[in-house]
């Protein structure tokens, strides 16, 4: 199972970003999606996560701003963020969890490509 991330780039402080995520394969199922996200010299931190049913969590520092949401039948996960911060620059990370039925069957824990996202302040 592949992930493909899209949507960062520069953006004013205040300012809305939407990131966007596709898992693509031959024959799977998620259990989870979720954002992380790794700033110049600090470790890579759970931004959120939504599960197979719609529970989502966040982080402290996002609660009330960012959203996460999902497109099941397209196998995507979005991440709007509003009222983005200078301490919001970082490389954002999509993950998912799931279980991949081809050709094998073997549960998996796979990760995308990082998008940077600068907001200037």
């Known amino acids: 199972v592949q992930l493909q991330a899209s949507g960062g780039g520069l953006v004013q402080a205040g300012k809305s970003l939407t990131l966007s995520c596709a898992a693509s394969?031959?024959?799977?199922?998620?259990?989870?999606m979720g954002w992380y996200r790794q700033a110049p010299g600090k470790q890579r931190e759970l931004v959120a996560g939504?599960?197979?049913?719609?529970?989502?969590n966040y982080a402290d520092s996002v609660k009330g701003r960012f959203t996460i949401s999902k497109d099941n039948a397209k196998n995507m996960v979005y991440l709007l963020m509003n009222s983005l911060k200078a301490e919001d620059t970082a490389v954002y990370y999509c993950n998912a969890e799931g279980f991949d039925r081809f050709p094998y069957g073997r549960s998996f824990n796979n990760w995308g490509h990082g998008t940077l996202v600068t907001v200037s302040s």
């Open positions: 394969g031959r024959d799977f199922s998620l259990n989870f």
């Open positions: 939504i599960t197979s049913g719609g529970s989502t």
